[in-house]
C-alpha cells in the first residue's frame, strides 16, 4: 500500500504541467504628449507596464530638451506591455484611436506642434502590424473621422525610457493646468467609452 502511495505520489511530482500561459508583449505608440498617453493606458486590464520615453531616432538624441527640438527623428511615445490573454491588440488600438489622440493631426497634436508628437504605432511583430493596417482601413471606409487617419507605422527598432520626472506625470502633478485641461478629458472618455477595459 506505501509503494502504491508511494508511486501515486511520484506521478503526481511529475506530472505534465498545463501549457504556460501566452508571454507577454510589447508594442510602443506615439500620439502627443506622452504624459496622457501613459495615464490612459496604464489603468487597463492586462497592462502590466507603460513607459514614457522616446522613439524613431538613435540613442544619443533620446533626451527631452534635443527631441523637443523637433529634429531627432523621435517621437515622444509610451511603451506598453500586456499580457494578451487580459487585452487584445485590437482593444489597445480602440483606446489609442478612439480615446488616446487625435490620428488625424499630422506632426501635432492638441497644442503641441512638431514631429516629436506625430501619430505613430511602432510595431514588434508582423501580426501587430496586420492588425494596425486593417483597424485603420476600417477607420477610413466607415468614416469615423471627417480628416484622412495620418498615422504611421514602422517597425520598432529601439526604444528609450524618457527622464524619470516624465514618468507617471498625471499621478504626481493632478494639477497641473496642462494634465487638467489637455488630459484628464481623455481619462474621463476611456471611462465612459470603454468602462470594460479598466481595472476594478
Known amino acids: 500500500m506505501k509503494r502504491a502511495i508511494a508511486l501515486l505520489f511520484g506521478l503526481c511530482l511529475f506530472a505534465p504541467t498545463a501549457a504556460s500561459a501566452a508571454p507577454l508583449q510589447h508594442v510602443v505608440l506615439a500620439g502627443g504628449c506622452f504624459w496622457g498617453m501613459q495615464a490612459v493606458f496604464e489603468p487597463l486590464k492586462g ?8 522613439s524613431g531616432g538613435s540613442a544619443l538624441t533620446a533626451h527631452y530638451d ?4 523637433g529634429m531627432t527623428g523621435h517621437a515622444e511615445s509610451v511603451e506598453i506591455t500586456y499580457d494578451p490573454a487580459q487585452v487584445s491588440f485590437k482593444q489597445l488600438l480602440d483606446v489609442y484611436f478612439l480615446v488616446a489622440h487625435d490620428p488625424t493631426e499630422l506632426n501635432r497634436q492638441g ?8 501619430s505613430e504605432i511602432f510595431y514588434s511583430t508582423p ?3 496586420g492588425e494596425a493596417q486593417a483597424y485603420i482601413k476600417h477607420l477610413a471606409s466607415a468614416k469615423v473621422y471627417p480628416a484622412p487617419i495620418v498615422t504611421k507605422l514602422e ?4 526604444f528609450y525610457a524618457a527622464e524619470a520626472y516624465h ?8 494639477d497641473n493646468p ?9 481619462l474621463a472618455a476611456l471611462r465612459h467609452r470603454f468602462p470594460q477595459l479598466l481595472r476594478n
Not at 502590466?48 to 522616446?54: M, P, S
Open 111 to 118: 497644442p503641441d506642434d512638431g514631429t516629436q508628437y506625430r
Open 127 to 129: 501580426a501587430q502590424r
Open 178 to 186: 496642462y494634465i487638467v485641461y489637455n488630459d484628464k478629458p481623455k
Open 167 to 174: 514618468q507617471d506625470f498625471m499621478a504626481h502633478n493632478p
Open 47 to 54: 497592462v502590466t507596464k507603460v513607459v514614457a520615453g522616446y
Open 155 to 158: 517597425p520598432l527598432r529601439a
Open 66 to 69: 534635443i527631441v523637443s527640438t
